[in-house]
């Protein structure tokens, strides 16, 4: 074999080797790569019902009940426009109450019931994550413009 085609040969396997690893990494982030949803939009059908995603908005008073024989949660979480049941077995973050920021990960049932894996709750008294912040303002938006004759 020729210098010159045993170059080409180097520089075709090292770009075969670089289009996989790209192709693996890009795999990976599709994978992980999680949206959120507010209840609005859930109840718009726009979720997936395939895979995993998160939801925020406030806890709705009233609404937490706990099984008394595990660690399952029942709980509804609003962006006071629509309302959505949220189901969690585990420990909830020691922050979670009724009407503060929550956000849920996990998937949305063929019921409409959304299954958590995961619960974060606000750290503070002046946190809420943006995405969560935004759906709530345009679903108030959305109350006053349908109350507006």
């Given at each position: 074999?020729?210098?010159?085609?045993?170059?080409?040969?180097?520089?075709?396997?090292?770009?075969?080797?670089?289009?996989?690893?790209?192709?693996?990494?890009?795999?990976?982030?599709?994978?992980?790569?999680?949206?959120?949803?507010?209840?609005?939009?859930?109840?718009?059908?726009?979720?997936?019902?395939?895979?995993?995603?998160?939801?925020?908005?406030?806890?709705?008073?009233?609404?937490?009940?706990?099984?008394?024989?595990?660690?399952?949660?029942?709980?509804?979480?609003?962006?006071?426009?629509?309302?959505?049941?949220?189901?969690y077995t585990g420990s909830l973050p020691d922050l979670f109450r009724e009407g503060k920021g929550v956000?849920?990960?996990?998937?949305?049932?063929?019921?409409?019931?959304?299954?958590?894996?995961?619960?974060?709750?606000?750290?503070?008294?002046?946190?809420?994550?943006?995405?969560?912040?935004?759906?709530?303002?345009?679903?108030?938006?959305?109350?006053?413009?349908?109350?507006?004759?």
């Open positions: 074999m020729k210098p010159r085609h045993k170059r080409l040969a180097l520089i075709g396997g090292g770009l075969a080797a670089l289009a996989v690893a790209a192709a693996l990494v890009l795999n990976a982030f599709q994978s992980n790569l999680v949206f959120f949803f507010s209840p609005s939009q859930i109840a718009a059908g726009e979720a997936p019902r395939d895979r995993a995603f998160r939801v925020g908005g406030l806890v709705q008073a009233g609404s937490v009940k706990r099984n008394p024989e595990g660690l399952t949660v029942n709980f509804v979480v609003t962006d006071t426009a629509k309302d959505i049941t949220v189901v956000v849920a990960q996990g998937k949305l049932g063929a019921d409409g019931v959304f299954r958590a894996t995961e619960v974060l709750a606000k750290h503070d008294e002046n946190y809420m994550p943006p995405d969560a912040q935004h759906a709530l303002e345009q679903a108030q938006k959305a109350q006053k413009s349908l109350r507006t004759p």
